[in-house]
């Protein structure tokens, strides 16, 4: 009998397999799980077997990630970054700090919109602190950015620079720009910034890899290959690691879709899919950002957005892509086995992306190319039960799903009663039979599956106290909410093999300091990852 290289005793393992959910022990020989269950595990260790004794711990699948920018977060730890702070004054003191001499631009991002009045910092605060040279921070969700009048300036943007067709420059009252870039305006400046080298962007996937494997994520879907928001295509860092054998995490990446072009840009996305794929790292998914975020009211709803008064304005939004060209352009991806990540934020967004997985369900036949729309803040209870009929998946960030001053003070007051109330329906998604997987959107929010279990479970941010739960109707279980972040995350990603705990699946495994299925729901944020592993090869290890 071929002993095991490594064995974990003494339980508890939640396996994630309907078939069995829960044993006490596991073996893993190469690269994959050769048993799960109890005693008889024990027959597999031999003398060179390492035992991982669990008692007082617990062994899951290791989370993967099924919508995040990691190479992008990578990056943005070694600028100047905002992310960790809410205080306006604090952001100042911060980039004052950072723009030490010699910096030609000062960049980075993170901050919140919620931290200032209607979600707008001007120029002339940046100018406080920094007025000699351009300074230019994405905010945290990426959807806009902040800049100074020198940055500005360099980029020729004044109050006769019109707003592009997929963006907004926020302004003065005489037209003069504020300091605001929203959507595709960010461009505008973003394309001045001082490239970074292909050691800058391999540094950023390694620094990231290191933080994701500390928080148990063995794998995940790069949500964004190309270059966007004025920031560099990651591809080649993620194949020279996957070729240096560097990568360590399982990664499927999503190559960008431009939205200023139309189909004849597909061949080139054929030719770049044959290209990237090395090892761990493949791209085998195209992402097509349909429309924009809630609180600057650039995601497509199906009614327009009301003002501060509560009355209904002009504007519902943007749909980025012409709806009737999205259904021929995901058709012909489908076609050629492309899988497609929507970004759909708003109602109307969900629907064109639901339409389009439809058209191409009625052209192509049902094909194993799992599409899946990410965000899925607002869906109109008629697209609820679609997704589980087209077999679109409903790709969540749950973190989002609580009371914060950004969804209270930037959201619900512009969306009104009847659309707030619809806001991030997992739990309708759950019971109309629709497969979920969840990602983090980091460098957006925080990429701690834990973080993002807990709120899916409570409706509720870690360590809230005001007992204010959000949509309590759509909150998941906990096995749901973990399966989310690991069968459901791995079959986006096209790894079958992997999500759950059976004989033959791959190694991919994480040790928590806590079984959080005997905790009580509002300490699940406490849990922390003690050791990870990919392929059977500990990746990360608190001690």
């Known amino acids: 009998m071929t002993k095991a290289d490594l064995v974990f005793s003494q339980g508890p393992v939640h396996t994630g397999d309907p078939a069995r959910t829960r044993a006490s022990s596991l073996a893993v020989t190469g690269e994959r799980i050769s048993a799960v269950g109890h005693d008889e595990v024990r ?16 062994l899951l699948p290791g989370f993967q990630d099924s919508h995040i920018h990691a190479v992008y977060g ?15 004054d604090d952001y100042l003191r911060l ?21 200032f009045e209607g ?47 997929d963006g907004r420059i926020e302004r003065e009252a005489d037209g003069t720009p504020s300091g605001v870039l929203q959507e595709g305006a960010t461009d505008l400046v973003g394309r001045l910034l001082p490239a970074k080298t292909a050691a800058d962007r391999l540094d950023g996937l390694l620094r990231a890899q290191r933080l994701l494997h500390s928080l148990g994520i063995t794998g995940w879907q790069d949500a964004l290959l190309g270059v966007f928001n004025g920031r560099p295509d990651p591809s080649d860092a993620y194949l020279t690691a996957a070729r240096e054998g560097t990568l360590t995490a399982r990664v499927n990446g999503a190559l960008w879709w431009d939205r200023a072009r139309g189909a004849d840009q597909i061949p080139e996305l054929v030719a770049r899919r044959e290209k990237l794929a090395h090892g761990r790292f493949r791209a085998g998914s195209v992402k097509i950002m349909q429309d924009g975020i809630a609180e600057n009211f650039t995601a497509a709803m199906t009614a327009p957005y009301l003002d501060g008064c509560g009355c209904a304005t002009a ?3 943007l749909s980025f892509v012409d709806p009737v060209a999205l259904c021929a352009y995901v058709t012909e991806l489908d076609a050629l086995d492309f899988q497609v990540h929507f970004h759909a934020l708003g109602d109307r967004a969900v629907r064109e992306a639901l339409n389009a997985v439809e058209a191409a369900r009625t052209a192509n036949g049902r094909r194993a190319t799992r599409h899946h729309l990410a965000h899925l803040q607002v869906v ?19 973190l989002w799903a609580s009371h914060e001053p950004q969804m209270d003070e930037l959201t619900i007051p512009y969306l009104g009663p009847e659309r707030a109330a619809r806001q991030y329906p997992f739990g309708s998604l759950l019971r109309a039979g629709a497969t979920l997987a969840a990602g983090s959107d980091w460098s957006v929010s925080s990429p701690d599956p834990l973080a ?16 204010r739960v959000f949509l309590p109707e759509q909150r998941l279980d906990l096995a749901t909410a973990v399966a989310s972040y690991t069968a459901g995350s791995a079959h986006v990603n096209g790894m079958d093999d992997a999500g759950t705990l059976r004989p033959g699946h791959l190694a991919d495994l994480v040790v ?7 905790e009580p729901a509002e300490e699940i944020h406490a849990a922390r990852v003690l050791q990870t592993y990919v392929g059977g090869s500990r990746v990360y290890s608190a001690s």
């Open 74 to 88: 990578g990056l943005e730890l070694a600028e100047c970054d905002l992310s960790g702070i809410e205080d306006a």
């Open 452 to 467: 993002g279990i807990h709120v899916a479970v409570n409706r509720m941010q870690p360590g809230a106290t005001d007992g």
């Open 119 to 165: 979600g707008l910092p001007t120029r002339r605060l940046l100018d406080a602190v920094v007025p000699d040279r351009p300074v230019y921070l994405v905010n945290r969700d990426h959807h806009g950015a902040w800049a100074n009048t020198r940055a500005l300036e360099l980029a020729g943007v004044d109050r006769d620079t019109p707003d592009p067709d």
């Open 43 to 58: 027959e597999l260790i031999g003398p060179k077997t390492e035992v991982v004794d669990l008692r007082g711990k617990l």
């Open 512 to 518: 928590l300091d806590r079984d959080v299925f005997t």
């Open 95 to 115: 980039v004052g700090e950072y723009a030490r001499p010699g910096l030609a631009w000062i960049t980075g991002g993170g901050w919140s919109l919620d931290s």
């Open 315 to 317: 504007n519902s939004g």
């Open 380 to 398: 109109h209870p008629d697209d609820i039960p679609r997704f589980a009929e087209l077999g679109a998946i409903a790709n969540i960030q749950p």
